[in-house]
């Protein structure tokens, strides 16, 4: 993880000043906020898989099979990359292996899992399982699934054919079956809550304004800062005091390893300043809050020869609040039966041009290569598809004029008059397809209904106790003109179990979208001066890759499980209270 930061903070974090401090300001907090988005809050974490088998092989050709399992990560190219090996079991075609394979869960990617079984030859019974080559072992089966087939069982629990792949067994007709059971690290559930308040904050430059951000990252390894959180921005405050931060145990390591807390100066061109920084383990900063003591912001000496000494700040970090807890993660939700249900919106815009022609955004290649309403709305789709068991996606279009009709900013992609859902991502795939046929391109590009009815769903769904939670995908290749109406339906949406993906196709200006994408640090307002209780809401053109290897879909759809646990907790509260 550590290679998410630039060379630019790879020594531990630590920034020059003077000209080059806003480069490495930057460097952080890009690296931060690619950090975050591709992994979202709760989004990843540590699974680890128990698995066994029955009736292995064939009692003729194995009657005392030695079995061990093998298990890959199967890459986009296909290519296959060991992740872990069981123990070999003497004499058993029934084997339950104790040795559990662990693998990072993340939300946003769809992880591919090969599992091959092997029955090891007895000359090699005394060689460690490491060092055993594959080849030289008699092949048992094979299975393959995604992970989040197995999370998104009830009991984390699915049983998967043994087949063959390219090997040639005596019996191609029984393998017998793997199981395989996930188990999310005990770290995740364990809470460290922390509110930060900072006092005498020295604003080095007076013509910017304060403010303010915390930034916390661990230390891998090799010595690089590892992004793990940061808090919301103040505005114009010396003082400011945070909303509360959270840890877990998994991404820390331990109570006693080092942090890094860095405060920055926000700037809208991504340009932000250090204003200071400490490095504290969990357990100095839970000692800072029982003592009521402050400690001093640092910073590296601008002298390039006393790279080892540091300024000393007036200013000081207070630790206000520090509780630990045991809390139900978003995996413990998803395991229970609640449902990520999948929501389309697509633009058909005249903006977009004639669809019969190649240079339209919705042209439909006949060699079936995929337009980029359709790559987002795959790509997405493909991994909520999991989490939503009926797989009964409702999907709209916005901004056409259907056959004999006036404009319609919402209407149901499939033709129907009331029903708005479709069997799954190729039923959205058809129903966009013949809605290209059937309706005209018009405008302007609206939002506000299309929310609104997504909401209703959602509200609806809440009425009614289901246990479900509604992602709207809006993909567009134009600005929105009913901006008031649209931040009117967000802020109204932010109460109910919804969140909502914006996506830029095509070559516009996406510029003035950006009031969608709350990690700009200003909060949306409602016409009546009401503000979002939650984020729920981003936006981002559709681009091929981020540094990081992480698609912008990805990134986006990763943010989405630190959503729907803000919402959960939030109506846990509301509860409790």
């Known amino acids: 993880m550590g290679n998410c930061c630039s060379d630019e903070v790879s020594h531990a974090g630590a920034h020059p000043v003077g000209s080059a401090t806003a480069k490495a300001a930057s460097a952080a907090s890009a690296a931060a906020d690619r950090f975050l988005r591709s992994r979202g809050a ?31 990560s199967k890459k986009r190219d296909g ?22 394979i662990s693998v990072q869960y993340q939300f946003e990617v769809l992880q591919q899992l090969v599992f091959q079984v092997f029955d090891i030859h007895q000359q090699f019974h005394d060689v460690s399982e490491k060092m055993l080559k594959l080849e030289e072992q008699e092949f048992l089966g094979e299975a393959t699934c995604l992970l989040s087939e197995v999370i998104t ?79 919301e921005v ?20 331990s109570k006693e390893n080092p942090l890094i807390v860095e405060c920055f100066n926000f700037s809208s061109n991504g340009k932000h300043d250090l204003v200071g920084k400490i490095v504290k383990s969990v357990a100095e900063l839970e000692n800072m809050y029982h003592r009521k003591n402050g400690e001093n912001f640092f910073v590296p000496a601008s002298n390039a020869h006393e790279c080892h000494s ?94 004999d009709g006036p404009v319609s900013h919402c209407f149901n992609l499939n033709g129907s008059t009331y029903q708005p859902e479709v069997d799954g ?11 290209l046929r059937n309706v005209s391109l018009a405008g302007p590009t609206l939002f506000g209904q299309l929310i609104s009815t997504a909401m209703a769903i959602a509200s609806q769904s809440l009425a009614e106790n289901q246990h ?8 567009t290749d134009g600005v929105v003109t009913d901006f008031q109406e649209t931040i009117d339906a967000i802020i109204k949406a932010s109460d109910f179990p919804i969140s909502i993906i914006v996506v830029g196709v095509g070559g516009a200006d996406f510029k003035e979208m950006e009031f969608l994408d709350p990690n700009k640090g200003e909060k949306l307002e409602s016409s009546t001066g009401r503000v979002a209780s939650r984020d729920m809401i981003q936006f981002a053109p559709m681009k091929d890759m981020h540094g990081t290897g ?28």
């Open 234 to 253: 103040r505005k114009n405050d010396l003082n400011p005091r945070w909303r509360p931060v959270s840890l877990n145990l998994q991404q820390i390591g």
């Open 550 to 577: 992480i698609s912008t879909l990805q990134s986006l759809l990763a943010e989405v499980p630190g959503q729907f646990m803000t919402y959960m907790r939030t109506r846990e509260t509301q509860t409790d209270s």
């Open 425 to 435: 991502i190729q039923g959205i795939m058809s129903a966009y397809i013949s809605a």
């Open 468 to 475: 479900k939670y509604f992602i709207l995908l809006i993909v």
């Open 153 to 231: 069982k009830r009991d984390r629990l699915l049983t998967l054919k043994l087949g063959v792949s390219e090997h040639n067994l005596p019996n191609p007709n029984n393998f017998g079956e793997l199981t395989v059971q996930a188990e999310e690290s005990s770290g995740s559930k364990a809470i460290m809550e922390m509110i930060f308040r900072c006092s005498d904050l020295e604003i080095k430059d007076l013509l910017t304004k304060s403010d303010t951000f915390l930034l916390i990252s661990g230390i891998s390894d090799s010595g690089m800062p590892v992004p793990i959180c940061k808090t």
């Open 310 to 403: 540091k300024e000393v700040l007036k200013s000081q970090l207070y630790v206000e609040k520090y509780v630990e807890s045991n809390r139900h993660t978003f995996l413990d939700y998803i395991s229970v039966g609640c449902q990520l249900n999948f929501m389309v919106g697509v633009d058909f815009t005249a903006s977009n041009g004639n669809p019969r022609l190649p240079d339209s955004l919705h042209y439909i290649d006949p060699s079936g290569r995929p337009n980029v309403y359709q790559k987002a709305i795959l790509e997405i789709g493909d991994v909520l598809q999991y989490y939503d068991p009926p797989k009964r996606f409702p999907a709209w279009g916005f901004g056409a004029r259907p056959i």
């Open 42 to 72: 709760g989004a990843s974490t540590q699974i680890e898989l128990s698995l066994s088998a029955s009736n292995l092989g064939d009692q003729e050709y194995f009657p005392k099979s030695k079995p061990m399992v093998v298990v890959y």
């Open 79 to 100: 290519t296959l990359e060991e992740i872990g090996r069981s123990e070999v079991i003497l004499n058993s075609l029934n084997p339950f292996w104790t040795t559990k």
